[in-house]
């Protein structure tokens, strides 16, 4: 199976779609004449012209807010932000109008647009180029978050979401463009709502997504030598969250912890432990832990930045301490 | 159309009294009579609005914007309106543009009424009417927020090859929103088919134009983008059709977007609960003079298009049909419980593609 980068894998899943589907495009800041701020469009513009691969001013609400009319009107815009982060000046558009147009309209409308571009923390970018936007959107009735951990799961998720006739928030990261992993050259998609266990194990259950599923799994091998056998599961969908396979899972290990880089306080990571404790309390024997960011802005300085964020070490303590370990 | 060099921005106490003897702009005569008879409909609409939401054990709730006094600007659109081609697309004061579209009054008002029968299944409210079929992008209750909607329906219209424009209409307050400049740049940038109405009815809320925008001539904020700007009467309906109508056919052939403002004025309140302190009884007394609807009937008269019986007439069917329409709303059932989970998402969950 061909090794690609996580970048790689988004613009396969792209470009076939493109080729598959008149109707979609592709709209963003330096997505065409630029090749993309991260490279992810590199070559798109070559291959489908400025029609469909389109420079947009630094427009933010604009640009969201003509994609989702192009939505409402029959296309199937691709919306790339630089940064999650600069999603704030255009959440209007996304929480108004792309989540709630359907249900505002008595179900006449469909708004079949991908949103996408790295989210999280990336690397000393500080506090306004590092928000985690995964608890802000997944509150949202009306939208669908995905944020995949890999290659193979970017590609098939892309896919699908490219595909769903809903709104999609699809959370990168900065931090795993250059990941590489195996993606087959034969075509496939992942469906959306559906969380993956990537390691099963009969102690603890580790819930994690996205950039931190490497902490999960890393804290996961170090437990080993601890003879904690760790079970993760990887959700890639956040909304709607898929909450059979925790169950399960909980119900086998009755231990939990959750590893996200949100804030500590109406984080993801919160909103999932509500989850578990409405469908697992009685499983449990040990309260949850979680493994988040510290409740402070996003610092400058490298050691600080580290310092804030989740790590493989964070993880094993949490881990050890559900175990009573 | 020509770029035309800014003219003042008319307050309601400098308009001038406008043409009588004008040329009529409607299509035939008989479409004179239905626009007329339009215009009528959704005053009749609006002014029932207002005792059915004022009256006691009120059965309208929310917000509610009535469009009485600026019937010319709806109405005047739809006399250019290419219905299967055009969209339009305005803000939360929405009834009079649905309504002039074609949809059923008997649906606008059951969906204040918030009846399973209204437009959005008692959904959206007042403020959010919408009707794919007649191409209504719908009511945005978000002041300025349809503004980059209106004009994503015109790229969707350039990037399909279909010769038509979206209309994006919006109050004077909307135009110092951000999404306003956003909006505005990204259309004639891209050469999109928008023809963007401000309807500039003198007053956001209770702040007056000239409280609000360091520019008072409101046509002069359409300018810096490179594209045609101008303002006209938006109480005289064959201005309305022949400027709008100008604008609609420069967007359909690829020419690009307009801006336009129409000067209004509303008789009510900005919403239900305004008891209009701001503006005096003699203001509203010459506004009045400029009635949309009197003076087209007038002109109407004038012209010998209509007889005065034919208005009478007129008057009582949109009587007939409001009263209609507010049975209907009354006795509409209300959405049942479980349609409170209907209508969010278009796919089932989990998804596979």
Request: hydrophobic residues 35%.
């Amino acid at each position: 199976m061909p090794e690609i980068q996580f970048r790689e894998a988004l613009r396969q899943a792209m470009v076939e779609e493109m080729e598959r589907d008149e109707t979609v495009f592709l709209m963003g800041e330096e997505v065409g004449e630029y090749n993309g701020a991260y490279k992810v469009s590199e070559g798109m513009l070559a291959r489908f012209g400025p029609k469909r691969i389109i420079d947009t001013p630094i427009s933010e609400a604009g640009f969201c807010g003509l994609g989702i009319g192009a939505a409402m009107c029959g296309l199937r815009p691709i919306v790339e932000f630089m940064s999650w982060s600069f999603s704030w000046v255009a959440i209007d558009q996304l929480v108004n109008n792309a989540a709630n147009v359907r249900y505002m309209s008595g179900g006449q409308f469909r708004v079949p647009i991908v949103f996408r571009g790295g989210n999280g923390i990336a690397h000393q970018l500080g506090a306004t180029h590092s928000h985690r936007m995964d608890a802000v959107y997944s509150r949202i009735p009306g939208l669908i978050v995905v944020a995949p951990s890999n290659p193979y799961d970017a590609k098939g998720l892309l896919k699908t979401s490219i595909r769903c006739d809903d709104p999609v928030i699809f959370l990168e990261s900065e931090m795993m463009l250059n990941d590489r992993g195996e993606v087959p050259a034969e075509e496939y998609t992942l469906p959306l709502g559906v969380a993956d266990v990537k390691r099963t194990g009969s102690d603890v259950t580790i819930i994690s997504w996205s950039k931190c599923m490497k902490y999960a799994l890393k804290a996961a091998e170090m437990l080993e030598a601890e003879d904690i056998d760790a079970e993760v599961i990887d959700l890639r969908t956040l909304r709607p969250l898929d909450e059979q396979t925790i169950s399960q899972s909980i119900r086998k290990t009755h231990r939990c912890v959750i590893v996200d880089e949100d804030w500590p306080y109406c984080g993801m990571g919160a909103g999932i432990l509500e989850k578990v404790y409405q469908h697992c309390f009685d499983d449990l024997d040990a309260p949850v832990k979680r493994v988040c960011s510290e409740d402070v802005p996003s610092p400058y300085n490298h050691y600080l930045e580290l310092q804030m964020q989740p790590n493989p070490e964070k993880v094993v303590a949490a881990v050890k301490e559900v175990c009573y370990r | 159309m020509n770029v035309t060099e800014p003219t003042a921005n008319m307050s309601i106490n400098t308009m001038e009294q406008p043409r009588v003897k004008r040329q009529i702009k409607a299509k035939s005569k008989e479409r004179a009579r239905e626009l007329l008879r339009m215009m009528m409909l959704i005053r009749r609409f609006e002014e029932r609005t207002y005792q059915e939401y004022t009256r006691p054990g009120q059965r309208i709730g929310g917000f509610c914007h009535l469009y009485s006094g600026q019937e010319a600007v709806a109405v005047g659109i739809s006399a250019v309106f290419q219905k299967g081609k055009d969209y339009l697309i305005t803000a939360y004061r929405d009834h009079g543009h649905s309504l002039a579209l074609g949809m059923d009054p008997k649906a606008a008002m059951a969906e204040m009424f918030g009846r399973a029968t209204g437009c959005s299944k008692g959904k959206g409210g007042s403020m959010h009417f919408f009707e794919v079929e007649n191409g209504n992008l719908g009511g945005h209750g978000i002041v300025g927020s349809q503004i980059p909607l209106g004009t994503g329906a015109a790229f969707a219209l350039k990037y399909k090859g279909i010769p038509g424009c979206c209309f994006t209409l919006f109050g004077d307050g909307a135009i110092n929103q951000g999404v306003h400049n956003e909006a505005l740049n990204l259309a004639s940038l891209w050469r999109l088919p928008v023809v963007f109405i401000v309807e500039n009815n003198k007053v956001a809320m209770g702040t007056q134009v000239e409280r609000a925008s360091a520019e008072r001539e409101l046509e002069r904020r359409g300018s810096g983008y490179n594209m045609p700007y101008r303002a006209f009467d938006g109480n005289d309906l064959d201005e309305v059709i022949e400027v709008v109508g100008d604008a609609a056919e420069r967007a359909r052939k690829g020419e690009g977007p307009t801006y336009l403002v129409a000067n209004t004025y509303r008789f009510r309140g900005h919403s239900m609960s305004d008891a209009m302190k701001y503006r005096s009884k003699e203001e509203l007394e010459r506004a009045r003079l400029r009635d949309p609807i009197i003076l087209y009937e007038q002109r109407l008269l004038q012209q010998g298009i209509i007889t005065t019986r034919d208005s009478e007439e007129m008057e009582s069917e949109v009587r007939q049909i409001v009263d209609e329409a507010v049975k209907f709303a009354d006795t509409s059932p209300h959405p049942e419980p479980e349609e409170l989970y209907t209508d969010i998402l278009s796919e089932k969950y989990p998804l596979h593609k």
